[in-house]
C-alpha cells in the first residue's frame, strides 16, 4: 500500500516536498516513482530512483528543479520540489516496481497510491 501526502496549494517559485509512504512489503525490493496528471491531461512521469537510491531519472521539464529521494529504513519516496511553476500543477501519484531497472512508463509500475494535489499558483 501506499500513500501519498504534502501536497497544497504554493505560489510560482515556492517550493513543496512529496512524501509516500509504502507498507506491506519490502520496501527496498522496489524502484519507486513519481507520476503526475493535470487535468484534462494524461499521466505523465515525472521521476524515478533505483531501490538503494543509487541511481535517479527525471522528466525534462523537472530536471534542476525537482529531486527524488528515498529512505528505506523509513519505507518513504520523497520528492523535493522547487522553484514550482504553474504548469507543475496537478495530482501527483507515487508507484512501485519490483524491478532492479528504473523505468519512466507508467504502465511498467505494479503499484499505486492515491495522488496527493499539488497547485501552483500565478
Known amino acids: 500500500q501506499l500513500q501519498a501526502s504534502g501536497g497544497g496549494l504554493v505560489q510560482a517559485g515556492g517550493s513543496l516536498r512529496l512524501s509516500c509512504a509504502a507498507s506491506?512489503?519490502?520496501?527496498?525490493?522496489?524502484?519507486m516513482g513519481w507520476f503526475r496528471q493535470a487535468p484534462g491531461k494524461e499521466r505523465d512521469f515525472v521521476a524515478t530512483i533505483s531501490r538503494i537510491g543509487g541511481g535517479t531519472s527525471y522528466a525534462d521539464s523537472v530536471k534542476g528543479r525537482f529531486t527524488i529521494s528515498r529512505d528505506n529504513a523509513k519505507n518513504t519516496v520523497y520528492l523535493q520540489m522547487n522553484s514550482l511553476k504553474p504548469d507543475d500543477t496537478g495530482v501527483y501519484v507515487c508507484?512501485?516496481?519490483?524491478?532492479?531497472?528504473?523505468?519512466?512508463?507508467?504502465?511498467?509500475?505494479?503499484?499505486w497510491g492515491q495522488g496527493t494535489l499539488v497547485t501552483v499558483s500565478s
Open positions: 506491506g512489503g519490502t520496501f527496498s525490493s522496489y524502484v
Open positions: 508507484a512501485a516496481r519490483p524491478f532492479i531497472s528504473r523505468s519512466t512508463n507508467s504502465n511498467d509500475y505494479n503499484y
